[in-house]
């Protein structure tokens, strides 16, 4: 496969592209402070990185739940952390109006799992000729990402990866299978491992996601080491006090040792 360029970043190149970030766009301060501390992280660490965060949960358990800073809000904020550290940056759009506001701002357009058979916001995502991340549903088997696939090319992109984030096990619960990481690659799709979401409890907290976070830096070096082209890890400077997804995310202060060890084991794996 040739590798796909994001800006300044490869995915599919020799070394893992990260995909790193706070869940929630919580507040315009806090974005900014945690987009700039994983950006040193990053440079100090040697790797290429790709700046997450969304401006709307909209796939929220309650509807007490914290939701963001909203659309128009969050992809200017999102493009000026962008032009400000010169990293690709890239969040997820929930509907075809959105995804033509994201497009004139936002590297990669990330399609959420349960989203990603939506014939219209896929059209809209493609239409913009920006990058695309699909996160596969926790619904499908690895090779019916293909028909996914199928459906950008025929809107006319090229520049799209996938990212597996799981499959559901009975309730509450995901599994992550490695052998999909095989099989997408060999139909011919880049793909992307999400650690924190593949260990999501989802509605196990009774109004809220619970999850395994612990496991979450365990799933990304089996995903390494299983052949993927990158890791997607939301991380929090304190992730007991994150508005969403706490019980998933990697503590900031945790980030640098984990990425050692994730370029470590690509290197031997390679």
Same mark, same amino acid.
């Given at each position: 496969m040739k590798p796909l360029k994001?800006?300044?970043? /490869?995915?599919?190149?020799?070394?893992p592209v990260f995909i790193l970030g706070p869940c929630a766009m919580e507040s315009e301060k806090f974005v900014w402070r945690m987009a700039r501390?994983?950006?040193?992280?990053?440079? *100090?660490?040697?790797?290429?990185?790709?700046?997450? /965060?969304?401006?709307?949960?909209?796939?929220?358990?309650?509807?007490? /739940?914290? =939701?963001?800073? *909203?659309?128009?809000?969050?992809?200017?904020?999102?493009?000026?952390? *962008?032009r400000d550290l010169a990293v690709p940056v890239t969040t997820d759009v929930h509907s075809p109006a959105e995804a033509e506001i994201a497009g004139r701002h936002i590297d990669v357009l990330q399609i959420p799992a349960f989203l990603c058979r939506q014939t219209d916001l896929l059209r809209a995502a493609a239409e913009t000729g920006r990058g695309v991340n699909v996160k596969k549903g926790q619904f499908l088997a690895p090779w019916d990402v293909r028909n996914i696939?199928?459906?950008?090319?025929?809107?006319?992109?090229?520049?799209?990866?996938?990212?597996?984030?799981?499959?559901?096990?009975?309730?509450?619960?995901?599994?992550?299978?490695? =052998?999909?990481?095989?099989?997408? =690659?060999?139909?011919?799709?880049?793909?992307?491992?999400?650690?924190?979401? /593949?260990?999501? =409890?989802?509605g196990g907290g009774g109004d809220t996601t619970s999850g395994d976070g612990e496991l979450a830096p365990v799933l990304a070096r089996a995903a390494i080491a299983a052949g993927c082209d990158g890791i997607f890890m939301e991380v929090h400077e304190n992730p007991a006090r994150a508005l969403s997804d706490g019980p998933n995310q990697i503590p900031l202060k945790q980030l640098p040792k984990h990425l050692r060890m994730l370029k470590a084991i690509h290197a031997a794996v390679s």
């Open positions: 994001i800006g300044n970043v /490869s995915i599919g190149g020799k070394e501390r994983i950006a040193e992280i990053a440079t *100090g660490e040697g790797v290429s990185f790709v700046f997450k /965060s969304s401006y709307d949960k909209a796939n929220r358990t309650s509807v007490k /739940s914290f =939701r963001g800073l *909203g659309v128009e809000q969050g992809c200017e904020l999102l493009a000026a952390v *962008g696939a199928e459906k950008l090319l025929a809107f006319g992109n090229d520049k799209f990866f996938f990212t597996e984030r799981g499959t559901t096990f009975g309730y509450n619960n995901l599994v992550a299978d490695m =052998r999909s990481l095989h099989w997408i =690659r060999e139909a011919g799709y880049h793909v992307i491992f999400d650690a924190t979401h /593949s260990v999501q =409890r989802p």
